[in-house]
């Protein structure tokens, strides 16, 4: 079984996301804020990581960022979860090293192809 962590601090949006990714055979870490989506990114041994860009401890390119520092990450799947499609967003989350965006409301069409590329589920 797979394990793919997933973090963001809107309560609804995360209940969304969880929701979605209920349809599939994984072990789900969830995170509501930077902080913690590293701390279990380090001890749960992800697969696959969902992070939200606008969290307020940690953006989730900064996740990505001192999770890239370490070789065991590096070729981490990160995929970046945003509600906002800006220039210097979208930079910043391809500088930290994610490798996609998802853009909110994500569509279980959009999640779905994650899934499959990445964990051919």
Same mark, same amino acid.
């Given at each position: ?26 072990? =789900? ?6 902080? #913690? ?6 001890? @749960?041994?992800? !697969?696959? &990581? ?30 970046? =979860? ?6 210097? #967003? ?6 930290? @090293?994610?490798? !996609?965006? &998802? ?19």
């Amino acid at each position: 079984m797979h394990t793919v962590l997933i973090a963001d601090d809107d309560f609804i949006s995360l209940e969304v996301l969880k929701a979605m990714l209920d349809e599939y055979p994984l072990d =789900l870490l969830v995170a509501n804020n930077g902080e #913690e989506a590293l701390k279990l990114a380090r001890e @749960g041994e992800p !697969e696959l &990581l969902i992070l939200d860009y606008d969290m307020p401890d940690m953006t989730g390119a900064e996740v990505c960022r001192a999770l890239r520092e370490d070789a065991q990450f590096s070729d981490l799947p990160i995929i970046a =979860l945003t509600g906002h499609q800006s220039v210097s #967003e979208l930079n910043a989350c391809r500088m930290a @090293g994610m490798n !996609e965006t &998802l853009h909110k409301p994500v569509s279980p069409d959009s999640l779905h192809v994650i899934m499959q590329h990445y964990l051919s589920l």
